[in-house]
């Protein structure tokens, strides 16, 4: 039986090294659909204040400004609820009329022209995510950190008070950074 | 009555890998995974690389699995994996002494409970020699760096490319990545003692490394009129870990840890010359090292192999018995989808173990010496049959040198009702094959003084069969709302072959004097039904208040097959030893930002055959972080009583728990 065990083992190997499957590259999609996730999540532990909201059913907006990295995978948002507010996903490529957007990502192909954007939406009531690099240091509210195949979060507390967001404890505990 | 009775329990084993697999007990289910579901720390553990895997909730796995966060262990208080192991619904868990517990899931608990399979790091760690573990020694992590505690209730045969009759504990430690920086913990209480070190760091361009050591008195506990029991226990125990990330898609990680400890104890042992069976306090030497490889290779977003290899070597010398027992093992696993539909996953095992077993008059082997090897593969199909319809299919092969050739197969179905209820049913067959102990051991029992002396003793038997165990189970999951979870699982067991003891009578000339022996020998000679239910509720009805409660409920009916037989009664053997009842309730609260208050109640019911009565135990723990890197807590643990039994054991004389305090800093830097 040593042998036979051997030989069966070997063969397994070989079949698995050699007769492989075919590579496929980590894609940008299965990293979207994780960031999509932490939108969501993100938007759960954020309280707005009462005007952002026309009543208690009115829809949550998560905005897209300017380019789309999420591809479809911000669809799986859409129908799901935050506290009585249903979720809805706007792509405005435009990165124009925000204003009513409650959460609004911006993508890292906006880096020209985050700081703009933000000007805009200062003192606004609106929950600023982004993956551009340093994005919370730079005046936005959640940047969204690449660590070791993970991802992480800092969070700007002075700029998401200044736009009267409350930012829950559960969540600044997991930030990285608070500032 | 006996040493190593229901040490007659458990397999040497096999292949395993939940862990080595990445596929972990969250994670293994169906389907794209939606991970909108995850709470933000889960989301956190996941890598941007396995997101479109399977990375999977509890709640769309096809079995009754349950995990322990590295949360719940912090803020639990728990010292040591067994401590941590009480708050899962459905697992017994009965300490004896310092260093021994009972551990068990669905029933057959004991010191020497074997159909449990426990793994470290994909690294199984119960002995060959009974098939079930010594829980203390094997304790071999820093609780700060262990990620998760995945228990998987029932047969865990092939859908974790595993081998366990009655369950599955996988104990993960974190990446070194996670674990990068100086760690230092000091304990300190009225019956433990003890400090701990680590260090992380880079390690070359693509690599993390830790490094770890740490030691502990656990002092004595009680015996039944509440002075001190002869089971102290020190022990100093170091390792390490390297993780390599190499070209985005290897993983290699290379890890080791030793041990050297002393735990007392008061057992019985045998004489043929009066007194007849004296109890004896023994000062017990363990020590044991492992070393481990792993190589992961992502194939492709849904696809990647596992090469696995590790050696473990492990001494115990106590009164009645000098033991080691070396294990080489291999595994190796492939998952890759098929045809959109189908995620199939194979592998192959080969263990090789051999031990040195150096007996005394109370214990011995024949041979004292023996090499045994075991050869499986496995295949396993997750087939999606509808969106909301999965059908696993699998198998296990496996040859052993005890009991030959054994298939374990299982058919498990899950279907996602609406996005917040799912439903699952499994029907398993699993076996357990006969240990080392099972075979080849004797164990006298106690010698009776007269003309001739009579000696009891126990005996193997090298022609076992497996304990076979055919499982249906059937589960319910449910998340009304975002803060409040359901699990239920009603499983029915059938249990066949059993092992038991048949009764004959013979006479011996040595050892002088010349002596009667009433002998006992293991069989296939029993059969049992269990039933039982398990259910956890979380329930967070604050932003900063948790709540978790579990009860489980089992029934064990036994009997023996053939009643003309001289056999001891499968109710005596194996009923009464289990709690009908077990409530779990544990509340975790933030009263402020840096300060937690934790409390954690416990109600086991009696074990009628142990004389053990039912009893409640409280645990309360305060935190406090003045800063993030350093952290205060104050624990109280069984404080409603001064000291209780929680089980007996046949050999062991076993001790009563007390009431205990400590108080722990951890510093991170």
Redesign the interface.
């Known amino acids: ?2 042998t ?3 030989i ?2 070997l063969v ?2 070989f079949v ?2 050699l007769g ?8 940008n ?3 979207y ?2 960031k ?3 939108l ?3 938007a ?2 954020v309280e707005w204040p009462p005007e952002a909201f026309a009543n208690e059913e009115a829809p949550l907006l998560i905005c897209i400004a300017g380019a789309n990295p999420f591809g479809d995978a911000l669809d ?2 859409s129908g ?1 609820t935050v506290a009585s507010h249903p979720v809805e996903v706007r792509h405005i490529p435009t990165a124009t009329g925000l204003e009513p957007c409650h959460v609004v990502f911006i993508g890292r192909a906006e880096q020209g022209r985050f700081q703009a954007l933000l000007a805009k939406l200062n003192h606004l009531p609106i929950l600023t995510v982004s993956d551009i690099d340093d994005f919370a240091r730079a005046g936005g509210m959640i940047g969204l950190v ?1 660590a ?5 979060f800092a969070v700007n507390l002075t700029v998401a008070r200044q736009a009267d967001l409350k930012l ?7 930030a990285i950074t608070v500032q | 009555m006996a040493k190593y009775q229901s040490a007659m329990n458990k397999l040497p084993q096999e292949l395993i890998l939940l862990a080595c697999m990445g596929i972990t007990a969250v994670q293994v289910g169906a389907a794209t995974p ?3 579901r ?4 889960e ?10 895997k399977k990375t999977q909730k509890l709640f769309d796995t096809p079995a009754a699995a349950f995990v322990i966060s590295r949360e719940d262990i912090r803020r639990s208080g728990a010292t040591s994996i067994p401590e941590a192991l009480r708050m899962v619904p459905g697992v017994e868990v009965a300490q004896i002494s310092a260093s021994e517990w009972a551990i068990s899931i669905r029933g057959f608990n004991g010191r020497f409970a074997s159909k449990l399979l426990v793994l470290i790091d994909g690294r199984s760690v119960y002995t060959p020699l009974f098939s079930g573990v010594y829980w203390g020694p094997q304790d071999t992590v820093l609780l700060e760096d262990v990620e998760s505690i995945e228990v998987v209730r029932g047969p865990g045969g092939t859908l974790w490319g595993a081998n366990a009759v009655n369950g599955v504990i996988n104990i993960r430690t974190r990446r070194t ?2 674990t990068q920086g100086a760690l230092a913990t000091v304990l300190g209480g009225d019956q433990e003692s003890g400090a701990a070190f680590r260090y992380g760091d880079q390690l070359g361009e693509n690599g993390h490394y830790r490094v770890y050591a740490k030691g502990f008195r656990r002092d004595a506990l009680r015996d039944a009129e509440g002075d001190p029991a002869h089971d102290a226990w020190d022990q100093v125990q170091g390792g390490f870990r390297a993780d390599w ?1 190499l070209s ?2 290897d993983e290699l990680t290379l890890q080791g840890d030793f041990y050297d400890g002393q735990p007392d104890q008061t057992l019985t042992i045998a004489s043929l010359t009066p007194p007849s069976a004296p109890i004896v306090e023994d000062s017990v030497d363990l020590r044991g090292s492992n070393l481990l490889f792993r190589w992961k290779r ?4 849904d ?1 990647e ?1 596992i ?1 696995q290899t590790y050696y473990d070597s492990n001494e115990r010398h106590e009164i009645e018995l000098d033991q080691r027992i070396d294990t080489f093992d ?1 595994e ?1 696993q ?1 998952r ?1 989808p098929w045809g959109g539909r189908q995620d199939i996953t194979w592998g ?1 095992g ?1 263990r090789s173990v051999r031990d040195d077993l150096d007996g005394s008059f109370t214990v011995s082997f024949d041979p004292t010496n023996r090499r045994t ?1 075991l ?1 499986s ?1 496995f295949v396993q199909d997750e087939i999606r049959l509808l969106d909301d319809l999965w059908l696993t299919l699998g198998s296990k092969f496996e ?1 052993n ?1 005890y009991s030959g050739f054994e298939i374990q197969p299982t058919a498990r179905l899950l279907w996602r009702a609406d996005p917040h209820q799912s439903v699952w049913g499994a029907v398993s067959r699993a076996v357990r094959t006969p240990s080392r102990s099972d075979s080849d051991i004797r164990i006298n029992v106690a010698g009776i003084p007269g003309t001739p002396p009579t000696l009891l003793s126990i005996f193997g038997n090298n022609d076992l069969a497996s304990e076979e165990l055919i499982s249906f189970e059937l589960g319910y999951r449910s998340e009304p709302r ?1 803060d409040l979870s359901l699990d239920v699982t009603a499983f029915y067991n059938r249990y066949d072959q059993l092992i038991n003891v048949e009764g004959s009578a013979s006479f011996e000339l040595t050892p002088p004097p010349p002596h009667v022996v009433l002998a006992r020998t293991f069989g296939n000679l029993s059969e049992a039904d269990t039933y039982g239910l398990e259910v956890a509720l979380a329930w967070q009805p604050l ?2 208040w948790r709540l978790n409660a579990g009860y489980a409920w089992i029934n064990i009916d036994a009997r023996n097959d053939d009643p003309t037989r001289n056999v001891v009664r499968a109710a005596v053997q194996y009923e009464g030893k289990d709690p009908t009842h077990q409530f779990v309730l544990r509340s975790q609260w ?1 009263l402020t ?1 840096n300060l937690d208050l934790d409390l954690a109640l416990y109600h086991v019911d009696d074990l009628p055959a142990l004389n053990v009565p039912n009893y409640t135990r409280l645990d309360l723990r305060l935190g406090w972080r003045p800063r993030k890197d350093l952290e205060f807590s104050l624990v109280g643990q069984n404080l409603l009583d001064d000291h209780h039994r929680e089980f007996t054991s046949f050999d062991l004389v076993g001790s009563e728990i007390p009431r205990s305090v400590y108080g722990k800093v951890v510093w991170r830097w």
Do not use: C
């Not at chain 1, 829950?168 to 997991?174: A, E, F």
């Not at chain 2, 995850?38 to 720390?41: D, V, W, Y």
């Open positions: 039986m040593t036979g065990a051997q069966l083992l397994g190997l698995a090294l492989g499957v075919p590579s496929v590259q980590a894609n999609e299965s990293e659909r994780l999509a996730a932490f969501y999540n993100f759960k532990f799986t948002l799901k690449e070791e195949q993970r991802i992480r829950s404890s559960q969540l600044l505990k997991l | 939606d991970l909108t995850l709470s933000i720390e989301l956190m553990n996941v890598e941007i690389f396995s997101a479109s990545r996670d990330t985005g898609r992502q194939l492709g977003a696809s192999w090469l291999i190796f492939h890759f192959l080969y090897e050869l593969a040859h040198d975002r932003d900063h933030d930002r």
